[in-house]
T-cell receptor, first 115, second 116 residues
Framework: GAVVSQHPSRVICKSGTSVKIECRSL??????MFWYRQFPKQSLMLMAT?????????EQGVEKDKFLINHASLTLSTLTVTSAHPEDSSFYIC???????????FGDGTRLSIL | AQKVTQAQTEISVVEKEDVTLDCVYE???????LFWYKQPPSGELVFLIR????DEQNEISGRYSWNFQKSTSSFNFTITASQVVDSAVYFC?????????????WGAGTKLIIKP
């Protein structure tokens, strides 16, 4: 149980392109989803917290107009990187959680490369 | 202060050796949760264990065991008879009740290398 699917797993695109990443909880309803960014050999950096039906809460320093998050249902959240530039290249990981005291379950991550 | 410290950046052992990964946390909250996650080279994060602050019982799951000690604010993870497949980065994390979103506060991770 507790499977989270994240797509695509890898994206390579030109600068200026917008990229959408999907995160789905396959076998449970996620009241909360999280989006992280991970730089090489570093820990996870929380970008935003998304509660179903509410606007996402962004961490300090994360541009909400740059990283658009939509949590339209209890099983789907999307992250859109708008007008991506090379500095946005990174490993993006989503997680989903059933309830506040439950563990977060993670997708396999998306490796984004902007040329 | 809110902090999770994994002082061991990298550990390298030979297969079949036992290895302990340390995790020390800081919190002012009385209700909190501690977690361990594994991140193999492929990148996905695998949930290993969750512990709440009111349950100090140690836990064993196969070759894995966890030692939670509130007196020293530690939540250490031991792998017995390590195997090459245990090679990964292991993260310890903390969430607190005073954070309405119960966000995870992550340690820096410990890279574990098991040599054949």
């Amino acid at each position: 149980g507790a499977v989270v699917s994240q797509h695509p797993s890898r994206v390579i695109c030109k600068s200026g392109t917008s990229v959408k990443i999907e995160c789905r909880s396959l076998d449970f309803q996620a009241t909360t989803m999280f989006w992280y960014r991970q730089f090489p050999k570093q820990s996870l950096m929380l970008m935003a917290t998304s509660n179903e039906g509410s606007k996402a809460t962004y961490e300090q320093g994360v541009e909400k107009d740059k990283f658009l998050i939509n949590h339209a249902s209890l099983t789907l959240s999307t992250l859109t990187v708008t007008s991506a530039h090379p500095e946005d290249s990174s490993f993006y990981i989503c997680s989903a959680r059933l309830w506040f005291d439950q563990p977060q379950h993670f997708g396999d991550g998306t490796r984004l490369s902007i040329l | 202060a809110q902090k999770v410290t994994q002082a061991q950046t990298e550990i390298s052992v030979v297969e079949k050796e036992d290895v302990t990964l340390d995790c020390v946390y800081e919190t002012r909250d009385t209700t909190y949760y501690l977690f361990w996650y594994k991140q193999p080279p492929s990148g996905e994060l695998v949930f290993l264990i969750r512990r709440n602050s009111f349950d100090e019982q140690n836990e064993i799951s196969g070759r894995y065991s966890w030692n939670f000690q509130k007196s020293t604010s530690s939540f250490n993870f031991t792998i017995t008879a390590s195997q090459v497949v245990d090679s990964a980065v292991y993260f310890c994390a903390l969430s607190e009740a005073m954070d309405s979103n119960y966000q995870l506060i992550w340690g820096a991770g410990t890279k574990l290398i098991i040599k054949p």
